[in-house]
């Protein structure tokens, strides 16, 4: 019997409600019943168990999932809590079946996230957070110099979050614009960075993620192409045999 039970965050996950990291969120806020009780987070449940969320039974998701690529404009906030955040991606996009983000962008940035109901592919994607590629394009408030690229690549200590960012791919585009590739997902890592060396981040646009490249119009999606699902996929299993996966 042992075998046949999950916890809660990986049940919501596997049915494609929505991500594990969602779920805890949801559990810790006591959104969450089993059998009409407020569980713990961690807590393990049965296959006849019921479940539910806001007092409504969560059902498992139809076969065929969904995978967007989505060019999210400034103001928009990547959180599928529709009852406290009014300006949510998820009522943005008004999608006909419930999907969740793959990570976040913050609120004044814009540019390229994925969103899915498929629960196994966002794990795999956010344990490899430190693994894989994501590019942006920024514009800062004065000329940008060799010192700063230089500075920016090798790394900084961000004292707030007690961590020095990884070395990383940074490319001057003009006098206020500059490329950057990061293969970590530290809290506004650019925007802190930049602050460390006295500039202010005007615009901040996601580009790619991984072998996804953003080529929709603002504030417009579309559905992955299935060679892009099939790199994503080799690209994770190369991920998971190099990176250790965090626990949720």
Do not use: W
């Amino acid at each position: 019997m042992e075998k046949a039970l999950k916890r809660i965050n990986k049940f919501l996950s596997e049915i494609g409600y929505c991500s594990r990291r969602e779920a805890d969120k949801l559990i810790e806020a006591g959104r969450v019943t089993v059998n009409g009780k407020i569980p713990e987070k961690g807590t393990k449940i049965a296959p006849t168990d019921e479940v539910a969320i806001d007092g409504k039974t969560v059902e498992k998701a139809k076969k065929g999932f969904v995978y967007l690529a989505f060019n999210k404009p400034v103001g928009i906030v990547c959180t599928t809590d529709t009852q406290v955040e009014k300006d949510n991606i998820i009522d943005y996009i008004n999608y006909p079946k419930r999907i969740f983000p793959v990570g976040r962008l913050d609120k004044l940035s814009e540019g390229l996230i994925l969103l899915t109901d498929d629960g196994d592919i966002v794990n795999k994607i956010l344990r490899a957070s430190n693994n894989h590629e994501k590019e942006y394009v920024v514009q800062v408030d004065k000329p940008i110099s060799q010192t700063f690229i230089e500075r920016m690549s090798k790394g900084i200590y961000l004292k707030e979050l007690g961590q020095t960012t990884k070395p990383c791919k940074v490319e001057k585009i003009d006098r206020f614009h500059f490329k950057i590739i990061l293969t970590q997902g530290l809290n506004r890592q650019i925007r802190r960075m930049c602050d460390y060396l006295s500039y202010d981040v005007i615009a901040l646009r996601r580009t790619r993620i991984m072998n996804i490249v953003l080529d929709t119009p603002m504030g417009t999606y579309r559905e992955l192409t299935q060679k892009e699902l099939t790199t994503l996929n080799d690209l994770l299993k190369l991920s998971s045999k190099t990176f250790k996966p965090s626990k949720f």
